[in-house]
């Protein structure tokens, strides 16, 4: 028989009982009242992370910075050509214009027209002459590269910081556990003799 049904067999037992003593006059021959066992608990203890583990900075320099100076190109060497014209010079000659020698000719002398045999000496004339000294040409030219002098900024020392490691934390904390849980039932009802009359 299952635990309910014999819960209501009981229950069913203690009713006519009641019924059959109050109707009847009889007597109780045993009684049974409901009973309710309660929860158990327990507490229970046990370590909740509080913060997690990490990091922290205890040190900290901040980074050192200096101006150094450097040359640097601005602009870059370039060639070009160009040319060079001829050198000249003007020089002078005495050149011959006319030979000279014999030529003939009319002349009129003691008026009369006669043809004479004339001397003539040579002729010369100054006349200028250009020279080239040194002819025209081609010169490569080089243009230097420029260069400035600037300033600039450099790191001399970098930062520093001390960092140590944080261990999580823990706090021990109780919790109340239901260990077993409370159930009902009847219990049997012990009569003294004279209320069994």
Partial sequence: MSGKTARFAIAGLTLLGSISQTAAGGRAVECYEPVRTPDVYDTVYEDVMISPPG????????????????????????????????????????????????????????????LCKVWHKARYERVAETVVIQPERTRRVVIPAQYDSIAEEVLVRPEQRRVIDVPASYQTVARRVLVREGSSGWRRVHIPRHCQD
Avoid at 64 to 87: D, L, N
């Fill in 55 to 114: 990091q922290q900075v205890v040190d900290y320099d901040p980074p050192i910075y200096g101006t150094r100076e450097r040359v640097v190109m601005t602009v870059p060497a370039q060639v070009r050509y160009e040319v060079v014209p001829a050198i000249t010079r003007t020089v002078y000659h005495t050149v011959r214009a006319d030979g000279g020698g014999y030529s003939w000719e009319w002349r009129v002398i003691h008026g009369r027209r006669v």
